[in-house]
């Protein structure tokens, strides 16, 4: 079952990544500019955000393969969309429709992960699910600059969108919701999704888990999904070649540490506001390095940048943790949406903010220089500061209140709970 669920998150992280190596391709077939090609991840960002917070009580309600089935439609009809769209309007259409459907991935996995295993599972599943998804990351940056390079535009991400009918196929023949002969209904008389979230959001161990998301998710996703390639490529005089390899090693490091951080934080969960800290201050440091100078950085500490940057995304899901600590398993779908949203807020302002620096910086479209992009690049230290400061905030607020709530996972000593399922009346 989580096998199954995960390859529909594994599909989505590769059509939302599609553009780290594509950025350079898609602005000249569309014939945009830098701030105009910002708007492609954006938007698509801006959606999945957006959609987080009812994606995630539509989970609680409805079952994650029902909402992982619709999910797949949108991002196949996106990424069709994609590979045929020759213009701005139809080009912005389909990254809003994979934005859709990526919005539904990740929250409904982690709803299978809560249903099919005991709570003592949940953080290392959650790890080995962001690490499966980072398979899509890898086809996503070398495989795929490769493929547009042989075949093109259009047969590469056409190619790529089949996938997704192939594996919607596999979620409606062995997806189930939930082990044993039950099915899940909406509860009687059971709260509104509304009072889903007000709920989960007075928790601080909520609002505590969206910041730890925004500090350490947003710099991999922008780096990944758009700027990392160009700003290596024309601001740092990198081969695509080259760049495309950095893009592969923050990808591969983020793996090992999801190996690692989930059993970390299980055993030792004293350490998850220290590395939650740690790793987006220590990026900025790098950036500072990489940034500050007036010539091209050398590709060693390129490499190190990479590496410090990678393991964000696994520290992210550390906030799915916090949030967990102070919320009953009834409104699992409802906080895994809240928490998600953080990282890919912070990701769209960055996504967007960039692309508007560099093209006031060096109006006229094009490529751009390294002073533009040392400029540019710059203003991911606001949100990432940002972020510090309130993950330290609600930290003490947690603190202050010095009790855990019962776990979230729905399954216990591997049964379902009775107030999740009802017997099948077939």
Same mark, same amino acid.
């Given at each position: 079952?989580?096998?199954?669920?995960?390859?529909? *998150?594994? =599909?989505?992280?590769?059509?939302?990544?599609?553009?780290?190596?594509?950025?350079?391709?898609?602005?000249?077939?569309?014939?945009?500019?830098?701030?105009?090609?910002? %708007?492609?991840?954006? +938007?698509?960002?801006?959606? *999945?955000?957006?959609?987080?917070?009812?994606?995630?009580?539509?989970?609680?309600?409805?079952?994650?393969?029902?909402?992982?089935?619709? @999910?797949?439609?949108?991002?196949?009809?996106?990424?069709?969309?994609?590979?045929?769209?020759?213009?701005?309007?139809?080009?912005?259409?389909?990254?809003?429709?994979?934005?859709?459907?990526?919005?539904?991935?990740?929250?409904?996995? %982690?709803?299978?992960?809560?249903?099919? &295993?005991?709570?003592?599972?949940?953080?290392? /599943?959650?790890?080995?699910?962001?690490?499966?998804?980072?398979?899509?990351?890898?086809?996503?940056?070398?495989?795929?600059?490769?493929?547009?390079?042989?075949?093109?535009?259009?047969?590469?991400?056409? =190619?790529?969108?089949?996938?997704?009918?192939?594996?919607?196929?596999?979620?409606?023949?062995?997806?189930?919701?939930?082990?044993?002969?039950?099915?899940?209904?909406?509860?009687?008389?059971?709260?509104?999704?509304?009072?889903?979230?007000?709920?989960?959001?007075?928790?601080?161990?909520?609002?505590?888990?969206?910041?730890?998301?925004?500090?350490?998710?947003? $710099?991999?996703?922008?780096?990944?999904?758009?700027?990392?390639?160009?700003?290596?490529? #024309?601001?740092?005089?990198?081969?695509? @070649?080259?760049?495309?390899?950095?893009?592969?090693?923050?990808? !591969?490091?983020?793996? &090992?540490?999801?190996?690692?951080?989930?059993? $970390? =934080?299980?055993?030792?969960?004293?350490?998850? +506001?220290?590395?939650?800290?740690?790793?987006?201050?220590?990026?900025?440091?790098?950036?500072?390095?990489? $940034?500050?100078?007036? #010539?091209?950085?050398?590709?060693?500490?390129?490499?190190? +940048?990479?590496?410090?940057?990678?393991?964000?995304?696994? /520290?992210?899901?550390?906030?799915?943790?916090?949030?967990?600590?102070?919320?009953?398993?009834?409104?699992? @779908?409802?906080?895994?949406?809240?928490?998600?949203?953080?990282? &890919?807020?912070?990701?769209?302002?960055?996504?967007?903010?960039?692309?508007? !620096?560099?093209?006031?910086? #060096?109006?006229?479209?094009?490529?751009?220089?390294?002073?533009? *992009?040392?400029?540019?690049?710059?203003?991911?230290?606001?949100? $990432?500061?940002? @972020?510090?400061?309130?993950?330290?905030? *609600?930290?003490?607020?947690?603190?202050?209140?010095?009790?855990?709530?019962?776990?979230?996972?729905?399954?216990?000593?591997?049964?379902?709970?009775?107030?999740?399922?009802?017997?099948?009346?077939?």
């Amino acid at each position: 079952m989580w096998a199954v669920a995960a390859s529909v *998150y594994v =599909v989505a992280v590769f059509h939302r990544s599609s553009l780290g190596v594509a950025g350079i391709d898609a602005q000249e077939r569309f014939g945009v500019s830098a701030s105009q090609l910002s %708007l492609f991840p954006m +938007l698509q960002l801006l959606v *999945y955000a957006g959609l987080q917070i009812p994606v995630g009580a539509l989970t609680d309600r409805l079952g994650a393969k029902r909402v992982l089935g619709c @999910g797949l439609v949108l991002m196949t009809a996106g990424q069709f969309t994609f590979a045929f769209a020759h213009g701005f309007t139809g080009a912005v259409l389909a990254r809003v429709l994979v934005g859709m459907g990526d919005a539904m991935t990740f929250v409904s996995v %982690l709803r299978v992960v809560s249903v099919w &295993f005991p709570a003592n599972r949940v953080a290392v /599943l959650t790890q080995l699910t962001a690490l499966l998804g980072m398979a899509g990351n890898l086809a996503g940056a070398t495989p795929l600059a490769g493929a547009l390079h042989a075949f093109g535009w259009s047969r590469t991400f056409a =190619v790529s969108a089949g996938v997704g009918v192939a594996v919607l196929v596999v979620v409606l023949l062995v997806l189930r919701d939930n082990p044993g002969a039950t099915r899940r209904v909406r509860p009687a008389g059971g709260p509104g999704m509304w009072s889903q979230v007000r709920a989960a959001w007075a928790e601080p161990g909520t609002r505590l888990g969206l910041w730890v998301h925004w500090a350490c998710g947003c $710099l991999p996703q922008v780096f990944l999904m758009l700027w990392g390639f160009p700003f290596l490529v #024309e601001g740092q005089g990198l081969a695509k @070649g080259t760049a495309s390899a950095l893009l592969t090693v923050s990808i !591969v490091i983020n793996m &090992f540490a999801c190996l690692v951080v989930g059993p $970390l =934080v299980t055993r030792r969960p004293g350490s998850r +506001l220290m590395l939650c800290v740690g790793q987006p201050i220590l990026a900025l440091v790098l950036w500072a390095a990489v $940034l500050i100078p007036a #010539e091209p950085s050398p590709l060693w500490l390129l490499v190190v +940048l990479a590496l410090v940057i990678g393991p964000g995304g696994a /520290l992210s899901l550390v906030g799915m943790e916090f949030a967990r600590d102070g919320n009953p398993a009834q409104r699992l @779908g409802t906080v895994s949406g809240i928490v998600n949203v953080g990282g &890919f807020a912070a990701a769209t302002l960055c996504l967007f903010a960039i692309g508007l !620096v560099l093209d006031l910086v #060096e109006p006229g479209g094009g490529a751009h220089g390294l002073n533009a *992009y040392r400029v540019a690049m710059a203003v991911q230290a606001v949100p $990432l500061l940002l @972020g510090v400061v309130q993950v330290l905030r *609600y930290a003490r607020k947690v603190a202050g209140r010095g009790r855990r709530a019962e776990p979230v996972c729905v399954v216990a000593a591997g049964r379902a709970p009775e107030r999740e399922s009802v017997p099948d009346a077939g």
